[in-house]
């Protein structure tokens, strides 16, 4: 991506510009932005991190969005999520240009998703289906399991990997018997946030599997994934760690969708 943003000056007169939004100083937040602002630089995007106190209105926070939709030097909006909870998200999420959308959030976006239209793809399923065919595991026909139905990765993820011809099964904190769910899993995808939640029982050796928790764990303190990496790795065919799998190529797809935001209407 460097290299082809670096081609850009010359071609359309700027690089891509990524404007991010940072409410409060929730810890996990302004690291997350950190991460943003560093592969933005590596990769040549021009980035803006605003940062506001947790205590603005939403008007003043909808005034920002409206500025970044109207400046055509801006060409990737991103609201840290989650915001403070006097600010209602969705309608916030809904304000940013559908163009501007790099997170692949805003309704539209969502609903072109699902009818298989053009859109922006959100970054951590897209992230998913980008390792899952770079590690050459082959989806069509799997049967895959996904854990967790959140709107930014359970649901998503499932839908592309529908959309990959796999049979996908999606479970949640409702569903009766996970481990008899997970072990039928091919490939495995947990997005549920419990640290070193899902065990080596529940998983079918030679499974792959995709790990999108991001936790503490109680007993080190370190970061630790929704999986239990250390007594799944020898069994699964192919594991991502935690850090260091899904969160590293979410940033990545976020670089991607900004250039391919920038790059839409040229
Ligand atoms: P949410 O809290 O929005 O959703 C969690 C989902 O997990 C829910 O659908 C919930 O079920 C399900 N769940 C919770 N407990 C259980 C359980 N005991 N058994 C089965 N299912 C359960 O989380 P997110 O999807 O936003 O995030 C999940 C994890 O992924 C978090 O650790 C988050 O930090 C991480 N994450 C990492 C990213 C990355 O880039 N690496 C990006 C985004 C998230 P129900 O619907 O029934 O309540």
Same mark, same amino acid.
């Given at each position: ?65 409206a500025g970044l939709n109207a400046d055509p030097e801006v060409d990737g909006i991103l609201v840290q ?81 529908? #959309?990959?011809? $796999?049979?996908?099964?999606? /479970?949640?904190?409702? +569903?009766?018997?996970? !481990?008899? @769910? ?31 928790g991001v936790n503490r764990d109680p007993e080190s303190g370190k970061l630790c994934g929704d999986v #239990?990496?250390? $007594?799944?790795?020898?069994? /699964?065919?192919?594991? +991502?760690?935690?850090? !260091?799998? @899904?969160?590293p190529m979410t940033i990545c797809c976020l670089m991607e969708n900004t250039i391919e935001c920038f790059?839409?209407?040229?």
């Amino acid at each position: 991506m460097a290299a082809e943003v670096a081609t850009f000056p010359a071609k359309y007169g700027r690089v891509p510009h990524l404007a991010v939004i940072l409410v409060g100083e929730d810890p996990g937040s302004v690291s997350y932005v950190t991460g943003k602002a560093k592969a933005s630089a590596e990769v040549g995007i021009r980035n803006t991190t605003i940062r506001k106190p947790a205590d603005i209105t939403e008007v003043e926070l909808l005034d920002i969005v409206a500025g970044l939709n109207a400046d055509p030097e801006v060409d990737g909006i991103l609201v840290q999520l989650p915001l403070p909870k006097h600010i209602n998200e969705e309608r916030v999420i809904a304000a940013i240009n559908k163009t501007k959308d790099v997170d692949g959030f805003h309704p539209l976006n969502v609903a072109a998703l699902w009818q298989k239209q053009p859109c922006t793809l959100p970054c951590t399923p897209k992230g998913i289906i980008k390792m899952l065919k770079a590690a050459g595991v082959d989806i069509a026909g799997r049967e895959a399991v996904v854990v967790g139905r959140s709107n930014i990765v359970g649901l998503p993820v499932a839908k592309l990997l529908l #959309d990959e011809n $796999a049979t996908v099964t999606v /479970a949640h904190s409702r +569903t009766r018997d996970l !481990g008899e @769910v997970t072990r039928r899993a091919e490939i495995l995808v947990v997005a549920i946030g419990r640290p070193k939640f899902v065990t080596a029982d529940m998983v079918a050796a030679g499974a792959v599997v995709i790990d999108v928790g991001v936790n503490r764990d109680p007993e080190s303190g370190k970061l630790c994934g929704d999986v #239990d990496f250390a $007594a799944i790795e020898p069994k /699964a065919s192919v594991i +991502t760690p935690v850090p !260091g799998g @899904v969160g590293p190529m979410t940033i990545c797809c976020l670089m991607e969708n900004t250039i391919e935001c920038f790059l839409r209407g040229r």
